[in-house]
């Protein structure tokens, strides 16, 4: 599968692996704890879908950078 959008200016956006999403906030544990969740399976399921977002509205905001490039 290909997780790469281009645009037609030849920029590129390639989608992040969710562990390069938390890696800045030094691992998963963390990156749990910053938004008030516990290392548990709920958790990390919650963390997951927090993680997905941020990666959506990356992706869209790709997206609303390059609506007008031709």
């Known amino acids: 599968m290909d997780n790469t ?9 390639v ?3 969710r ?4 890696e800045p906030f030094g691992g ?7 938004y008030g969740l516990k290392p548990t399976p ?11 977002a941020m990666i959506a ?7 609303m950078e390059h609506q007008n490039c031709r």
């Open 5 to 13: 959008t281009r645009c037609v200016c030849g920029k590129a956006w």
């Open 19 to 22: 562990n390069s999403v938390v």
């Open 57 to 63: 509205q990356d992706r869209e905001a790709f997206r």
């Open 15 to 17: 989608e992040p692996s």
């Open 42 to 52: 709920d958790g990390y399921e919650d963390g997951k879908v927090i993680i997905d």
């Open 28 to 34: 998963m544990h963390i990156f749990l704890a910053s």
